[in-house]
């Protein structure tokens, strides 16, 4: 690569104004399914930026031996492992975030962004930008997941990261939760919220229309 | 020798099964050396949520206090006599009720009309705690049990009196899926302490424990959790299950005094 993006460039672009989440709308399952506390967001965030950011610079090392024919598997198997790796050590050192995580560390493994970085990234550029770019789209991740598990938890239930902000009537206190913010589907509407919320602020970043209703034969 | 080429038939065995073995010795490796590190987790776990219904403070560390106050022991849950020589003393704390229920020749099924907590067979044997205070006497007998919910199976331990084995002295559930905020509040502290001082029976041994909406019923029933009825449903019929039915025979022993444990 002769003139590409400044290393500085690779690292901030996937975090807000190519965010995987938001503007690829890539991983969008797994950042419904964990979003309901704070907790469980922050450390799949986590789990995703480190597999992230490791295969890419897994994969980048080894870029020129991965035969073309099956350089998806060869990536799958790296990412796969890696996934196991974050699920091993969480079930050793945050049991108690792994039982709430359950399945959705494993399917990491699926998400699109860890693979769409590999396939489209790291396999043609050097370690240390592909390691950068892992880190930037992992924490592009985690923060799309952070905002939503904020909003969701703390009119959900009331806290943050489990300390309790708006004491909630089942704890004998004033605030009555809102029972939607908590159901799978509402960070569907929080995420359609924040992706509108971000284009109408960075008109760059919205898309030309792909019709024109003002043409004559439309 | 000559350099491989990495797109030919043989250039792409070699690569992909040296790049599978090396994950694999990899995740074999990382498996192997946080075993016993995941082992202590599961253990700290299960004896965290003991402790918490047993009425002891931790004092220290969670095994310490853990080993001071609380005795394991394994029951037939049919006969409900003591069975702790069918495992080596050292399974009997983590006895895996759960994964052995669906063992053919380590559970029992269920019938069908008195499987109320939906969980198809049960463990032929069950593990028991009792918590004993300073002086060795029992102050309280602490009972796992689990069944359907609404998302979910949902586990928790159980405490009773010993005295009466009738009263219950404190709940707490370990692992669920219920809708967090929902059904999710059995985790509650102020809904878990409700169960205090209930009775499983009344006068006349008749299984009498609910949660129901609008509980009138001061010594028997409690209010079920409001926008969660299908999970208080389960709750409720979970314990129906295991106290009004299934650890009957060990309840009966234990009001008559038959169960002994050593001091």
Redesign the interface.
């Known amino acids: 690569m002769s003139k590409g993006p400044s290393l500085k460039e690779i690292f901030l672009t996937p975090i807000i104004a190519n965010n995987p989440v938001m503007i690829q709308i890539l991983g969008i399952c797994s950042s419904l399914a964990v979003t309901?506390?704070m907790k469980t967001a922050f450390v799949m965030g986590l789990s995703v930026t480190a597999v992230c950011s490791l295969a890419n610079l897994a994969i980048s090392i080894?870029r020129?031996?991965?035969?073309?024919?099956?350089r998806i598997?060869?990536q799958m198997?790296?990412i796969?492992?890696l996934v196991?790796?974050v699920d091993?050590?969480l079930?050793?050192?945050a049991?108690?975030l792994s039982?709430q995580l359950?399945v959705y560390v494993g399917l990491i493994i699926t998400n699109c962004i860890v693979m769409g970085r590999t396939e489209g990234f790291a396999l043609k550029s050097a370690p240390l930008p592909s390691l950068l770019d892992g880190l930037g789209n992992g924490l592009g991740y985690m923060l799309v997941l952070c905002v939503v598990a904020t909003i969701r938890e703390l009119f959900?239930?009331g806290t943050w990261f489990g300390m309790t902000v708006l004491e909630s009537v089942?704890?004998?206190g004033w605030y009555v939760?809102c029972?939607l913010?908590?159901?799978p589907p509402c960070s569907f509407f929080l995420l359609g919220l924040l992706i509108w919320g971000v284009k109408s602020f960075r008109k760059d970043l919205q898309e030309p229309l792909e019709y024109d209703t003002h043409r004559e034969d439309y | 020798m000559s350099k491989l080429n990495k797109d030919s038939v043989l250039g792409t065995f070699v690569i992909i099964v040296t790049f599978c073995l090396v994950c694999s010795v990899l995740v074999s490796s990382a498996v192997v050396a946080l075993d016993p590190f995941k082992t202590a987790a599961v253990a700290n776990d299960r004896q965290v949520n003991i402790l918490k219904v047993s009425g002891f403070e931790v004092k220290g560390s969670v095994a310490k206090t853990f080993k001071e106050h609380i005795e394991s022991h394994l029951i037939d849950v049919e006969t409900g006599s003591l069975a702790d020589d069918v495992v080596p003393a050292s399974q009997i704390e983590g006895y895996n009720f759960a994964s052995l229920a669906k063992k053919p020749d380590s559970s029992v099924k269920i019938p069908k009309d008195r499987d109320v907590a939906g969980i198809l067979s049960r463990a032929k044997y069950m593990p028991v705690y009792f918590a004993k205070d300073e002086n060795g006497k029992v102050a309280r007998v602490i009972l796992p049990f689990y069944g359907q919910a609404l998302w979910s199976t949902v586990y928790g331990y159980v405490a009773l009196s010993p005295v009466d084995a009738n009263t219950i002295l404190g709940v707490t559930f370990y692992s669920h899926g219920e809708t967090p905020g929902l059904g999710g509040e059995i985790d509650n502290p102020r809904w878990q302490a409700l169960w205090v001082d209930k009775k499983l029976t009344n006068e006349n041994g008749e299984y009498k424990f609910h949660i129901v909406k609008n509980a009138a019923d001061k010594n028997h029933e409690i209010d079920a959790l409001s926008g969660a009825t299908l999970t208080s449903v389960g709750v409720d019929k979970t314990a129906a299950f295991w106290l009004g039915d299934a650890y009957k025979p060990f309840l009966e022993k234990l009001s008559k005094g038959e169960i002994i444990v050593n001091e």
Do not use: E
């Open positions: 309901s506390s080894v020129n031996y991965i035969p073309n024919s099956v598997i060869a198997t790296v796969a492992s196991i790796l091993q050590i079930k050793a050192f049991y108690d039982k359950s959900g239930a089942n704890n004998g939760p029972g913010l908590v159901m």
